[in-house]
């Protein structure tokens, strides 16, 4: 199953080591992630000030963390990551235009 997770481009561009780990991992205790239909809503409710950002395409069954797939904004379903992200789990980056 593929994944999404978003990032600035400048936390990105810093990224030069085997494992991810985004700063809600220390804060949340885990990496917010969206399904393929998710990504164009979060991206509008949490990026709308920003001029591009970075998805990320993870394969969830290449993933070394656990992901859970549990309620989050209004309830909807989305997965988290508890761990950091084994770079080849992720299959493709984009930078998308906001």
Not at 9 to 35: M, N, R, V
């Amino acid at each position: 199953m593929l994944i999404y997770h978003i990032v600035l481009p400048e936390i990105w561009a810093a990224f030069d080591t085997e494992l991810y780990k985004h700063a809600s991992l220390d804060a949340k205790g885990f990496i917010h992630c969206s399904f393929a239909d998710q990504l164009d809503a979060v991206i509008e409710r949490y990026y709308s000030g920003e001029s591009s950002v970075v998805v990320l395409e993870i394969a969830s069954d290449r993933l070394m963390s656990r992901m859970i797939k549990e309620p989050s904004t209004n309830n909807e379903i989305y997965p988290h990551i508890y761990g950091p992200i084994n770079r080849d789990a992720i299959v493709s980056v984009r930078t998308r235009q906001v």
